[in-house]
C-alpha cells in the first residue's frame, strides 16, 4: 500500500525510534496474511479475516497484546499517542486499537483498530461476550452503551495465556 511516496514493505512489527508514517495513517493486511500469524512462541493465533492496523505513538511502554487507548495528555487534541488500558469502561472514542506485539516507551509502531486480534484478558471473560477496557490493558466482559470495543471469539487463556481472540471494531 503506497503512503505519499512512501510503500510499506517492512514487517507491521516493526517499531521505530521516529515517526516514520504520519501518526493515524492506516493500513489493511489481507485476511491470508491474518490466517498465519502467530505468537512469539509459534502457536497460531487462529484470526480469519483482513484487518486494519493504524499507526500510533506508544506515550508509555505496550506490552504485547495491550488494549490501547488515547493518554490523557492528548484526548483534547484527538491525537494517537496511546498508552495501556488504565479502567474499566472507557468511552470506546477514546479506545484506539490493539498491541499485537510490544511497542516501547516514545517509541512509534502500528496496532490493530480492527478485525479480529489477540488481547489481554480479565479472568473469566468467554466466548461471545461483548468487551470493552480494563486495567493493565486488558479487555473484560461487559453491555454498557458506549464502551463496547468488540467481542470475544474465545475465553481466556485462548490463544496464549492471559488472552483472548476478539474481533474489535474501533471508531
Not at 499507526?55 to 496511546?82: N, Q
Not at 496496532?111 to 489477540?118: M, N, R, S, Y
Request: charge should be negative.
Amino acid at each position: 500500500m503506497a503512503y505519499g511516496n512512501q510503500v510499506k514493505t517492512d514487517a507491521l512489527s516493526t517499531t521505530y525510534s521516529s515517526e516514520v508514517y504520519p501518526l493515524g495513517t492506516v493500513f489493511v493486511q489481507s485476511a491470508d496474511e491474518v490466517a498465519a500469524a502467530e505468537h512469539t512462541d509459534g502457536t497460531a493465533l487462529g484470526l480469519s479475516g483482513d484487518r486494519t492496523w493504524i499507526f500510533v505513538k506508544a506515550i508509555a511502554a505496550l506490552t504485547i497484546y495491550d488494549c490501547c487507548i488515547i493518554s490523557a495528555a492528548d484526548t483534547a487534541t484527538g491525537s494517537f499517542g496511546v498508552i495501556q488500558s488504565d479502567a474499566a469502561g472507557d468511552n470506546n472514542l477514546d479506545v484506539v486499537g490493539v498491541a499485537q506485539h510490544a511497542i516501547g516507551l516514545n517509541e512509534y509502531g502500528w496496532i490493530v483498530c480492527d478485525g479480529e486480534a489477540v488481547v489481554n484478558a480479565a479472568a473469566g471473560v468467554t466466548a461471545g461476550l461483548f468487551i470493552d477496557t480494563h486495567t493493565g490493558g486488558q479487555v473484560d466482559d461487559s453491555t454498557a452503551a458506549g464502551t463496547l470495543l468488540g467481542k470475544a471469539l474465545s475465553a481466556t487463556g485462548t490463544p496464549v495465556s492471559g488472552t483472548i481472540r476478539a474481533r474489535i471494531r474501533l471508531p
